[in-house]
Structures are given as structure tokens and as C-alpha cells.
């Protein structure tokens, strides 16, 4: 007999509905790219990147109750991983084996950034709310700091000439994997470990969960996907700056977060999609556009301070 609360749920089994069918639709739509704007087709690939890593990153700050700011610096981990194994083996192999060249590039990129995480986490995750944020977000300024006096991957002046291998398809099959993936992992009877570490550790430790490995584990996946959205991303762009992985970086995609709703992955979606797209939104008052992006965000957190997408939660389950 099952658990009520085993990856067999109601919850999970219409996760994995969804995970096929995001899977299909973005294998179909990756066919008709090459009719797209070249413009829409980069704002659709930011807004799937942007979705990996704002649900990586709740399930840190949402479900288990973290506050990391460190999230830009495992995505250039991932990034520059990622670009510099397709930039060395890309010559040397048929482009027949272009996309196998890719898929391993954003899993070495991706697993990188989780040996990052764990030797992140495990020294600093015994600590909890503002002391957590400082030193995630000290780590995140050293791994910039580092890679912007690397040679190897172009130093201050960038990392150049990477090979276009981000489409569509690819970027929201990987999304669809990432929402599943936590959906299901949070949702597991493993899982309920998250929630309860967040709900309260005290109580969470005198029922026999160890709120360290719960919360290095979260740290290690979110990790391991915001390297998968930094090759994604660094494949896309073609071109990698360690500005581009600075704090401010980070802050965005606490925000998506936070507007989504603290442990809502459906909501924090929704948030990625519409903080991705405001911007170009604004982009006809070039001038005022960062101000009124800012005055906007400031606006419904003020108006919403739960989140912005937020509704009930189903018994037993993960929104």
C-alpha cells in the first residue's frame, strides 16, 4: 500500500502529465522556430531559461525555507562550463554529434555547479535567514570574481565564439524537466523533509529529520539547475561576461520568486514569464525604463507581500 505522500500521488502523476506534454509541445514548436522573429524567439528562450532558474531557486528560498543569494554565481559556473567544453570539442567532432556534444556540456556545466553547491553548503548551511543571504552572497561576488581573472575563459574582456546551440525545444523540454523534477521531489514522502525544515527546524529535528542535509540537498539540485540555465544561456547568448552573473543578477530571480509566491512552482513560473517580459515592455521608454520597472516591482510587493500568484494549496500536495 502506498503512501499518501509517495511520488505516486495525484500531484505527481499529473506532474508527469504535464512534463510529457511540455516536452511534445516544445519539440513541435523548436520545428516552426525558423518562421519566428529572431527577437520574439530570444525573448521566448530568455523566458525558459528565466523559468529554470527561478524554480531551482524556489526550491531553496520557497520550499525549504532558505534565503540564497548566491543563485548568479552556480549559474556562471554552469555557463562557462558548459561554453568551454563545446568550444574545445565542437572542432574536433562531426556536427552529427552537435547535440550530444551539447547535452554534455549542460550536464557537466550542471554538475559542477552542484560539486559547487555542496562545497557552498556545507560550511555555511548550519546558518539561517540574513547570515545564510551574506554568505551565499559573498560566495556568488568570489565565483564573478574568479572567473573575471581566469584567462582560460577570457578574464574581464568575456568568453567569445560559442557555438548556437540553445533552441527552443531545448529550452523548454528542460524546463518542463526542472518544474517536474521538483514537483515530484518535494511532493515525495523524501520531500516532506523540505516543507518541514521550513515550517520550523526546531520541531523538524525532534521528529529525527536533520535540517542540515535537507537543506544542503536542496541546495545542491537548485545548484545543478541553475548550471543547466547558465550552458542554456551561455549557448544562447554566444557570448559570456562576468558582469552578466553579478549581484543584481541574483536579486532578479529572488524576485521572480518572491512575486511568484514563496513554494508555489506554478506561481513562480508565472512571475518568470512576467518579469522577463515587462522589461521589453518597457522598452519603448528607454530612459524611464528601468525606473518604472523597479517602481512596479516595489508596487506589488507592497500590494501583495505573500506573493502575487498565490492561492490555496491542495492537501497532501505542492502547488
Given at each position: 500500500?502506498?503512501?499518501?505522500?509517495?511520488?505516486?500521488?495525484?500531484?505527481?502523476?499529473?506532474?508527469?502529465?504535464?512534463?510529457?506534454?511540455?516536452?511534445?509541445?516544445a519539440?513541435?514548436?523548436?520545428?516552426?522556430?525558423?518562421?519566428?522573429?529572431?527577437?520574439?524567439?530570444?525573448?521566448?528562450?530568455?523566458?525558459?531559461?528565466?523559468?529554470?532558474?527561478?524554480?531551482?531557486?524556489n526550491?531553496?528560498?520557497?520550499?525549504?525555507?532558505?534565503?540564497?543569494?548566491?543563485?548568479?554565481?552556480?549559474?556562471?559556473?554552469?555557463?562557462?562550463?558548459?561554453a568551454k567544453?563545446?568550444?574545445?570539442?565542437?572542432?574536433?567532432?562531426?556536427?552529427?554529434?552537435?547535440?550530444?556534444?551539447?547535452?554534455?556540456?549542460?550536464?557537466?556545466?550542471?554538475?559542477?555547479?552542484?560539486?559547487?553547491?555542496?562545497?557552498?553548503?556545507?560550511?555555511?548551511?548550519?546558518?539561517?535567514?540574513?547570515?545564510?543571504?551574506?554568505?551565499?552572497?559573498?560566495?556568488?561576488?568570489?565565483?564573478?570574481?574568479?572567473?573575471?581573472?581566469m584567462?582560460?575563459?577570457?578574464?574581464?574582456?568575456?568568453?567569445?565564439?560559442?557555438?548556437?546551440?540553445?533552441?527552443?525545444?531545448?529550452?523548454?523540454?528542460?524546463?518542463?524537466?526542472?518544474?517536474?523534477?521538483?514537483?515530484?521531489?518535494?511532493?515525495?514522502?523524501?520531500?516532506?523533509?523540505?516543507?518541514?525544515?521550513?515550517?520550523?527546524?526546531?520541531?523538524?529535528?525532534?521528529?529525527?529529520?536533520?535540517?542540515?542535509?535537507?537543506?544542503?540537498?536542496?541546495?545542491?539540485?537548485?545548484?545543478?539547475?541553475?548550471?543547466?540555465?547558465?550552458?542554456?544561456?551561455?549557448?544562447?547568448k554566444?557570448?559570456?561576461?562576468p558582469?552578466?552573473?553579478?549581484?543584481?543578477?541574483?536579486?532578479?530571480?529572488?524576485?521572480?520568486?518572491?512575486?511568484?509566491?514563496?513554494?508555489?512552482?506554478?506561481?513562480?513560473?508565472?512571475?518568470?514569464?512576467?518579469?522577463?517580459?515587462?522589461?521589453?515592455?518597457?522598452?519603448?521608454?528607454?530612459?524611464?525604463?528601468?525606473?518604472?520597472?523597479?517602481?512596479?516591482?516595489?508596487?506589488?510587493?507592497?500590494?501583495?507581500?505573500?506573493?502575487l500568484?498565490t492561492?490555496?494549496?491542495?492537501?497532501?500536495?505542492?502547488?
Amino acid at each position: 500500500m502506498s503512501s499518501p505522500l509517495s511520488p505516486a500521488t495525484p500531484t505527481c502523476a499529473g506532474a508527469k502529465r504535464w512534463l510529457i506534454a511540455g516536452i511534445i509541445l516544445a519539440v513541435v514548436v523548436s520545428q516552426f522556430s525558423a518562421q519566428f522573429n529572431r527577437y520574439h524567439l530570444g525573448i521566448l528562450v530568455d523566458i525558459g531559461i528565466n523559468i529554470i532558474l527561478a524554480v531551482s531557486l524556489n526550491l531553496i528560498n520557497g520550499h525549504t525555507g532558505q534565503f540564497s543569494l548566491g543563485h548568479a554565481g552556480f549559474m556562471a559556473v554552469g555557463g562557462y562550463t558548459a561554453a568551454k567544453i563545446s568550444l574545445v570539442a565542437s572542432p574536433m567532432l562531426p556536427p552529427a554529434l552537435q547535440p550530444v556534444i551539447f547535452l554534455v556540456a549542460l550536464l557537466a556545466g550542471g554538475g559542477l555547479s552542484a560539486m559547487t553547491g555542496l562545497a557552498v553548503g556545507v560550511p555555511s548551511l548550519r546558518l539561517r535567514g540574513d547570515y545564510l543571504a551574506i554568505v551565499t552572497l559573498g560566495f556568488g561576488e568570489i565565483i564573478r570574481v574568479v572567473v573575471q581573472n581566469m584567462e582560460s575563459v577570457g578574464a574581464a574582456s568575456g568568453l567569445k565564439g560559442i557555438p548556437k546551440y540553445t533552441s527552443l525545444g531545448w529550452t523548454f523540454a528542460l524546463a518542463a524537466i526542472t518544474i517536474y523534477f521538483v514537483t515530484a521531489l518535494v511532493n515525495s514522502t523524501y520531500g516532506r523533509g523540505f516543507i518541514a525544515v521550513s515550517d520550523d527546524e526546531v520541531a523538524a529535528s525532534s521528529m529525527g529529520i536533520n535540517p542540515v542535509r535537507y537543506k544542503v540537498t536542496a541546495f545542491v539540485t537548485g545548484a545543478f539547475f541553475a548550471g543547466i540555465a547558465g550552458g542554456l544561456y551561455a549557448h544562447h547568448k554566444q557570448f559570456l561576461s562576468p558582469t552578466g552573473f553579478d549581484f543584481l543578477k541574483s536579486i532578479d530571480i529572488v524576485v521572480m520568486v518572491i512575486l511568484g509566491g514563496m513554494g508555489r512552482t506554478a506561481g513562480v513560473v508565472v512571475a518568470a514569464i512576467l518579469l522577463t517580459l515587462l522589461p521589453e515592455v518597457l522598452r519603448q521608454f528607454s530612459e524611464y525604463r528601468m525606473i518604472i520597472y523597479s517602481l512596479l516591482i516595489i508596487v506589488l510587493m507592497m500590494a501583495r507581500p505573500q506573493g502575487l500568484f498565490t492561492w490555496k494549496r491542495k492537501k497532501g500536495g505542492a502547488a
